[in-house]
């Protein structure tokens, strides 16, 4: 078998078991437009902490149940409601300290890019520094955070793709994949490579991934 088509083979298991986006499992329908954009700002922020992506996605989760899916609501939300909504979503060891900063990154969306952040895209006009630098201009999304970002939203904002951040390549290396963004993006449509990236980031974070990929792959040969 051609190395091309063990790679193939790895990809299609990982995307077959694992393939589903941080933003989907958060109960985000991404699209470009301002609200799923917000949701997904929200969701990077919670994953950027030291803290278990499952714990970030249900807290996510519990936010925009609890209503704070837009930058206007989750301002105005008293300080309170912000920490239980966190606190529901199991979100407990920084629950005070994101709480307050989600509020004032809201805040800070609505004064800069009144609450949209396709404004913040035209801003960058497609320079990848340029637009993580103005996502860590918000209050807690930070480095980790700016780059989940563009992980997850280069599926609707297709000028930052292949974006593969060095937690995606930590996976690929564990599975015997190319460690090139752009070796890694031809293995599948250009539509899946965020969900190919957030399927390397589970293998990197979880061993059995990997080994369960592997195994299932085999079963192509």
């Known amino acids: 078998m051609s190395p091309r088509r063990a790679h193939q083979d790895l990809v299609r298991a990982l995307l077959d078991r694992h393939g589903r986006t941080y933003a989907a499992e958060a109960g985000i329908r991404l699209r470009d437009t301002p609200q799923p954009l917000y949701q997904l700002l929200v969701l990077a922020?919670?994953?950027?902490?030291?803290?278990?992506?499952?714990?970030a996605?249900?807290?996510?989760?519990?936010?925009?149940?609890?209503?704070?899916?837009?930058?206007?609501?989750?301002a105005d939300a008293p300080w309170r409601q912000r920490v239980e909504a966190l606190g529901a979503g199991g979100?407990?060891?920084?629950?005070?300290?994101?709480?307050?900063?989600?509020?004032?990154?809201?805040?800070?969306?609505?004064?800069?890019?009144?609450?949209?952040?396709?404004?913040?895209?035209?801003?960058a006009d497609g320079?990848?520094?340029?637009?993580?630098?103005?996502l860590q201009e918000l209050p807690g999304v930070g480095l980790a955070g700016s780059?989940?970002?563009?992980?997850?939203?280069q599926g609707v904002w297709p000028e930052f793709a292949p974006y593969l951040d060095a937690k995606?390549?930590?996976?690929?290396?564990?599975?015997?994949l190319p460690e090139d963004p752009d070796r890694l993006r031809r293995l599948v449509p250009a539509a899946e490579t965020a969900a190919l990236a957030s399927a390397l980031v589970r293998a990197a974070l979880d061993r059995s991934v990997a080994e369960e990929v592997r195994e299932r792959a085999g079963q192509f040969a």
């Open 147 to 153: 780059g989940i970002f563009v992980r997850e939203v």
């Open 45 to 55: 922020d919670l994953l950027g902490a030291r803290i278990r992506a499952s714990v």
């Open 127 to 134: 320079d990848l520094g340029a637009l993580r630098g103005a």
């Open 91 to 123: 979100y407990r060891r920084y629950d005070e300290s994101t709480a307050t900063r989600l509020g004032d990154g809201a805040r800070l969306l609505l004064d800069r890019y009144g609450g949209d952040l396709r404004r913040m895209r035209e801003a």
């Open 168 to 176: 995606a390549l930590q996976g690929a290396r564990r599975l015997g």
């Open 57 to 74: 996605v249900a807290a996510a989760r519990a936010l925009f149940d609890a209503g704070l899916g837009t930058p206007r609501r989750m």
